[in-house]
């Protein structure tokens, strides 16, 4: 087999060389006879199987000292590779190497894919459980490639300028499907200069970052604890892994934390193998020590004792045997067999086992790295703000692992952090970009071996201001701009009147480079003030006044376009004009060439900032004219005139008069006002009052522009005054003088709805309502008058007047046609006569009775115990029924059960609902030999009972098992559910297990072991629980031993049953021509069929019908029923256990266009 190759930078291939201190080979060629076997079997390329053989027959001789061999392959690997020792896949095995620190070397392996049908997985690891492929990066590099020729499958693993700590052992493994094949190999890496101090075994657990600089790194090397920057006293060296052995597991964390161990996960892996208990040996009289530690470049012992010196023993590294040599010495001492591990590196720390036979017993071996050193100590420095800043330190060794501190916390760079770790090989820098005074601190570095610390200050820069801030006077709605310079590019604040400026879509802040702005686009008077840019961190202050000017204006925009103000006689006049101006101008108010002066007198002015005002305390008609308004300040002058009137209400029209009357109006004329007041007329106000009041009334509210009006809705016989007000813009005249009084005056409106109310054989009954409209006179009463068909010779019925709308017109003949008519009378006389319709014959009309159940009532009336029952039930019939009521077929007891009757309804009435008003309840209603006959079920429910007997059918684990029988009284009502509860005999507290439970035996689990247990079950209806419950007589223990539970045997239920109508059908009133549905439910097992019938025929393929079956609920529908679809409706439901059917009557009323 090929032997390991070395590449360097030029990609020449070379023999890999070996350090003075260790030449392996040499040593190997001066052994015994039997240490040359395995250089020999790599020279020659066969297959070492054969060889462990010999070396068996070897080491049997009596009184050997040296035990050689080397094993292909480890003996701990997973239990599916046990016979990887013949290598299926693998068809060029990694060889072991070494190499110089800072050079490259390759390792090789080739698959051969004849009978593979895909690319095999491969692996490499370092020791036994870090896999190499997260740690690719500049140092390690992992390559396949496939020669289709040959179909061979070539992967490489290049390490690239190698450290000391890369030194181990090393793994390569081949999947594919269910094969499987591993080899092992060494690197060990050499380095000239001489050894190094020891470190922790606790560097055996250091872990690469990945992702940054030192990706890639096979880094097992020393582990920084996180500590104090402080320098701390030198303690005694402890051994991690006593500790970790003698403590409770409870205590790892804290002492991962104490030591600084990151992966404690594989420490523990490593400890518990070292925890196993070894078996009691019948080959070893004493084992190896759970494991040794050792420094970097020093010896270590490995001793057993057999208990037969006669067994062969043979020592193995990770699974690979391992012989004699210059770094590995075996000696015999009787029954002692002790091993030397000599200038121990790094790639010996793993696990190491010793065979005796069929026995071994294993340790683990861990080789500490010397600490790394500060060579160069960082320096104190002093830096100005937005500076970089760099802070550097050398160690002893390239690429170390260093930490940086800022006041005792340890510094993580970021992507988005301002501090970055820079390493050019031992020097190692900290970078601070943009340094502020938050900055200024101690930072320190610390390595395995030493710490260094420095201090940093960060100060401002000294300030100049290049261009000042200065003083500006702009005018209204231009641009003001502050600018000002200096010496450093930092920001600032601008502050008015010492309040900060807050940017806007007007006012800008504009800082470029060492320049800073403030922009106001249109001035504004509020925008004058003193404004003061400040340096941020600096004391520094640059102030500026801005002064802002604006010529004066009148606003005029709220007069009228010909600039006229109006004004009633009278009033107070106070004109106020806005204007503007910076600075605020003087105002000054004249007429006809006069100046209006500031005082107190009737006609003055006032002046203010913002505007000025002519104020006239009392209007005269004098005032009107035109008024001059001149305003100036120093940035010019304005002028304005302005026209008052003066106004006022018009005088009052003369009496009106009154043309016409009628019952409840009048006509009224009148002429216009003499005077107008100087403004036209808008109209008329018009007000009325009884002549006996003072108290008027206003008949418009919007003017009257005639000079003619009619007032209405006036009481007749009450005499009236009117009057007139003229309206123009400036308000209301006053009133006329009253008109001449008058009086309306009118009959009544005739009698409205005049009906028959009742006919005999010798009478007949007549009603009306009174008249809509009754005059002033009043009604006095009313006249009935009748005529015989044929005739027109009116009788009155009535010989005097009645205030009744109600009279019974007497002494008619029988089978004879009347026609009738009323008037109503008062003062003015009779009205108009209101007439009925058409003739009436006077004969007794019999209408068979009918009892209108309401829907509520045609399915069982239920109410609970205590509760009103107040059922009205309507009827018709004539003349007046008869009503008999029965209850279960008896007469009712009118001590219990009032019934109250009238001509149109009977009422039932209980107070108190009990138990006993329960029944069927039947109303007869007789009229002569027409009986109508309607039953009503009252169902009076209560709480039910308790369930009669609760049981414990068994106890098993922590269940029990209860049955119980339903109580003897349900309440008159079905039995809806059970609740149980259960309470420990210890305590006695009841708490639920189960509610609303439908069946009558259940199975409470989730006891407590040990304890004691009462059951009690209450029944449930729509009433609620039952007052008591009914408890277990024996209670059930729980007992601690368990108890093997019998499954008791359940008999298959019969669910068949026989068809059954669970809703029946009610008799139903339709409307003919509009749809009608029959609803009923039913059920049972099998299904079954229904069939729907009328009169006793079956509905078949009828379009006029629509039958529907959804949950047992059927329905039939009856399109647009007429009174032929009357009649008996069927429904009938048929399965294999029997037929079963119901009917209902079904009764279409035609409603009277």
């Not at 018709?876 to 149109?904: C, F, H, V, Y």
Request: hydrophobic share 35%; net charge neutral; glycine share 6%.
């Amino acid at each position: 087999m090929p032997e390991p190759t070395k590449k360097e930078e030029n990609e020449v291939l070379a023999p890999a060389p070996a350090p003075p201190p260790e030449e392996p080979n040499k040593e190997k060629e001066a052994g015994t006879a039997p240490a040359k076997e395995p250089n020999k079997e790599k020279e020659a390329g066969t297959a070492p199987a054969k060889e462990p053989n010999k070396e068996k027959e070897a080491g049997t001789s009596p009184g050997k000292e040296w035990s050689i061999g080397e094993s292909p392959a480890g003996e701990e690997q997973d239990k599916q590779n046990a016979n990887s020792q013949l290598s299926t896949l693998f068809v060029e095995k990694p060889q072991g190497g070494s190499v110089k620190v800072g050079e490259n070397i390759t390792f090789i392996a080739k698959v051969k894919a004849e009978d593979l049908l895909r690319k095999p997985t491969v692996k490499w690891f370092k020791g036994k459980w870090m896999d190499l492929a997260s740690k690719a990066g500049k140092h390690l590099q992992l390559k396949e490639t496939f020669e289709r020729h040959s179909r061979v499958y070539t992967f490489e693993m290049q390490i690239i300028k190698a450290k000391e700590n890369y030194a181990g052992n090393y793994r390569c493994e081949v999947t594919y499907k269910d094969k499987f094949d591993s080899c092992s190999f060494d690197l060990e890496v050499h380095e000239s200069t001489g050894t190094t101090p020891n470190i922790d075994i606790r560097s055996a657990f250091k872990r690469s970052g990945e992702g940054q600089d030192d990706a890639g790194e096979l880094d097992f090397s020393g582990l920084l604890k996180r500590r104090e920057v402080k320098q701390q006293e030198e303690q005694p060296e402890v051994d991690v892994w006593e500790l970790l052995k003698n403590a409770k597991p409870s205590e790892y964390e804290k002492i991962a934390f104490q030591y600084g161990i990151t992966d404690l996960r594989g420490m523990l892996k490593r400890l518990k193998r070292m925890r196993r208990v070894e078996k009691k040996s019948a080959a070893f009289a004493r084992i190896l020590d759970p494991a040794y530690q050792v420094d970097k470049g020093g010896r270590v012992r490995f001793v057993v004792e057999l208990a037969d010196p006669k067994l062969e023993v043979k020592w193995y590294k990770n699974g690979q045997e391992i012989r004699p040599s210059t770094k590995y010495i075996f000696e015999h001492k009787g029954c002692e067999r002790i091993m030397f591990i000599n200038n121990c590196v790094l790639t010996d720390d793993s696990e190491y086992y010793v065979t005796a036979g069929d026995e071994k017993c294993s340790t683990e071996l861990f080789v500490r790295e010397p600490p790394v050193m500060v060579t160069k100590q960082l320096e104190d420095t002093k830096a100005y703000c937005g500076e970089r800043v760099e802070l550097e330190c050398e160690v002893s060794e390239d690429d170390a692992n260093v930490k940086w501190f800022k006041n005792g916390e340890e510094i993580i760079p970021g992507p988005k952090s301002r501090y970055h770790i820079r390493v050019e090989g031992k020097k190692h820098i900290l970078v601070i970009e943009g340094a502020t005074k938050a900055d200024t601190a101690e930072y320190s570095v610390m390595t395995t071996g030493g710490q260094s610390s420095a201090k940093l200050s960060v100060d401002l820069k000294p300030l100049k201001i290049l261009t000042p801030l200065t003083d500006q006077t702009v005018n209204l709605g231009k641009e003001v701009c502050l600018k000002c310079e200096v010496s450093e590019n930092i920001t600032g604040k601008w502050t008015k009147n010492g309040l900060p400026v807050q940017e806007s879509d007007r006012l800008k802040i504009v800082h470029k480079g060492r320049i800073h702005k403030l922009v106001i686009a249109n001035a504004l008077v509020e925008d004058e003030g003193d404004y003061v840019f400040t340096p941020d961190s600096y004391s520094v202050t640059l102030p500026a006044k801005v002064h802002v000017i604006d010529p004066p204006k009148i606003n005029l925009d709220g007069l009228d376009a010909d600039n006229t103000v109006t004004v009633i006689a009278g009033n107070k006049l106070r004109l106020e004009i806005p204007i503007s101006g910076e600075p605020p101008p003087k105002a000054i108010w004249s007429r006809a060439d006069k100046a209006i002066m500031e005082g107190s007198g009737r006609i003055r002015a006032e002046n203010y900032p913002d505007s000025t005002t002519l104020v006239i305390d009392i209007a005269e008609k004098d005032d009107s004219g035109v008024y001059h308004i001149n305003l100036k300040n120093e940035a010019g002058e304005a002028h304005a005139s302005i026209k008052i009137k003066v106004v006022d209400i018009p005088d009052p029209p003369v009496a009106p008069n009154v043309t016409d009357v009628g019952d409840d109006w009048c006509v009224m004329t009148w002429e216009p006002p003499l005077y107008d007041g100087g403004s036209p007329i808008l109209g008329y106000f018009i007000e009325r009052k009884k002549k006996q009041s003072s108290r008027w009334m206003r008949l418009n509210f919007d003017l009257c522009k005639e000079t003619i009006f009619e007032p209405k809705k006036m009481i007749e016989g009450v005499a009236y005054e009117v009057r007139i007000f003229a309206v123009n813009a400036v308000g209301i005249s006053k009133p006329s003088m009253p008109s001449k009084p008058f009086v309306p005056l009118a009959v009544t409106s005739p009698p409205t709805l005049l009906t028959v109310d009742s006919v005999t054989d010798t009478t007949v009954t007549m009603k009306w309502r009174p008249p809509d409209q009754i005059g002033a006179a009043g009604l006095d009463g009313y006249v009935l008058e009748y005529c015989f068909e044929g005739t027109d010779d009116w009788i009155v019925a009535n010989t005097e007047l009645i205030d009744k709308t109600k009279f019974t017109i007497t002494g008619l003949p029988t089978d004879s046609r009347i026609f009738v008519r009323v008037k109503a009378v008062n003062a003015a006389g009779a009205s108009e006569p209101k007439y009925y319709s058409q003739p009436i014959l006077v004969k007794e009309v019999i209408e068979a009775p009918k009892i209108r159940i309401p829907r509520h009532l045609k399915q069982t009336y239920i109410r609970r115990v205590g509760e009103a029952i107040n059922l009205v039930i309507p009827f018709q019939g004539k003349p007046r029924p008869e009503l008999i009521w029965t209850k279960d077929g008896a007469p009712i007891d009118k001590n219990q059960i009032n019934i109250r009757n009238s001509e149109t309804d009977t009422i039932v009435f209980i107070r108190k609902a009990e138990r006993s008003h329960s029944g069927k309840y039947d109303l007869q209603v007789k009229v002569e030999k027409f009986v109508e006959t309607a039953s009503i079920d009252i169902r009076v429910v209560d709480r039910p009972g308790p369930p009669q007997l609760v049981k414990i059918e068994d106890v098993w684990g922590e269940n029990v098992a209860l049955s119980w029988t339903p109580p003897r009284d349900d309440g008159n009502t079905a039995i809806t559910g059970y609740t149980i509860q259960k309470a420990d005999k210890k305590s006695m507290e009841w708490f639920t297990v189960i509610e609303h439970y439908h069946r009558t035996s259940a199975t409470i689990t989730e006891l407590v072991i040990g304890n004691e247990y009462y059951f009690r079950v209450f029944a449930e209806n729509m009433c609620g629980l039952s007052e008591d419950a009914t408890m277990t007589k024996e209670s059930a223990v729980i007992a601690k031993d368990g108890k093997i539970y019998k499954n008791p045997v359940y008999e298959d239920f019969d669910f068949t049953e026989a068809p059954m109508f669970t809703q029946p059908l009610v008799n139903t009133y339709a409307v003919a021509g509009y749809n009608a549905t029959l609803n009923c439910s039913v059920r049972g097992n099998p299904k079954p069929k229904i069939t729907w019938m009328k009169n006793k025929v079956a509905i078949k393929d009828d379009p006029r019908y629509r039958m529907f079956s959804n949950q047992g609920v059927c329905t039939l529908e009856i399109r647009k029923p007429s009174p032929y679809d009357g009649g008996t409706y069927c429904c009938k439901a048929v399965n294999d256990l029997g037929t079963v059917e119901i009917e209902c009557k079904l009764e279409v009323k035609v409603v009277a266009q």
